[in-house]
């Protein structure tokens, strides 16, 4: 059961525009979610994250948009940068747990 | 950064055999993680541990054995490594050092090809 899902595995943008990365989630009681980008032979790393008791939450070029009535996330980027180049997972928690459940990714490709 | 490191990088085992891989955390984080990436799986968990001695399942646990006696070190075991568990593995620790205890941090990866 993915109860966390990307369903885009890839996504190409011009260097410039606007990047947006979905996520959606099945189980209503997360209450925190997270991005992670990752690079080629790295680690993936912490790139932002939301509550669900908030609806945006932005960090420079980084905003991410939460929808609880529609159970879904997005990651925007603004504007995209070839170093934006990655595959991005969204995560999510459960209250009083320690536990992420992480999305499948999505391939960002910025074209120069 | 979280300070993780993860031995060895990279290692080619024949079925059958047992492997252990190890994670090394210094930031006295309280959680750690183990995952296995898998093309069009994400990352799945595996085991995790709350404290030094206390480890549960994950959603991808069969197979696999953890062990931390050390709140910095945390070991996952193939007992006998089959094919399916060719994968790229990442240990992950959160906790108490003054950052969010759900925001993870991740080692680089150790790539297990199992012959």
């Known amino acids: 059961d993915q109860q966390v899902k990307q369903n885009s595995p890839s996504l190409s943008v011009q260097e410039g525009r606007i990047s947006i990365l979905n996520c959606d989630y099945t189980?209503?009681?997360?209450?925190?979610f997270l991005w992670y980008k990752k690079y080629p032979a790295e680690g993936p790393t912490f790139l932002i994250s939301i509550s669900s008791i908030k609806d945006k939450n932005e960090d420079g070029r980084f905003t991410v948009f939460l929808n609880k009535s529609a159970k879904h996330l997005s990651l925007h980027i603004v504007p995209s940068q070839p170093g934006d180049s990655a595959v991005y997972f969204c995560?999510?928690?459960?209250?009083?747990?320690?536990?992420?459940?992480f999305g499948t990714g999505t391939r960002l490709t910025i074209i120069p | 950064d979280a300070g993780i490191t993860q031995s060895p990088r990279h290692k080619v085992t024949e079925t059958g055999t047992p492997v252990t891989l190890r994670c090394h955390q210094t930031?006295?984080?309280?959680?750690m993680y183990w995952y296995r990436q898998d093309p069009g799986h994400g990352l799945r968990l595996i085991h995790y541990?709350?404290?030094?001695?206390?480890?549960d399942k994950g959603e991808v646990s069969d197979g696999y054995s953890v062990s931390r006696s050390k709140t910095e070190d945390f070991l996952l075991t193939l007992e006998s490594a089959t094919s399916s568990q060719t994968s790229v593995y990442f240990c992950?620790?959160?906790?108490?050092?003054?950052?969010?205890?759900?925001?993870?941090?991740f080692g680089p990866g150790t790539r297990l090809t199992v012959t």
């Open positions: 992950a620790s959160a906790g108490t050092s003054g950052r969010r205890a759900y925001e993870q941090y």
């Open positions: 995560a999510a928690k459960r209250p009083l747990g320690e536990k992420l459940t």
């Open positions: 930031e006295n984080h309280r959680y």
């Open positions: 189980n209503s009681m997360f209450d925190y």
């Open positions: 541990s709350y404290g030094v001695k206390d480890t």
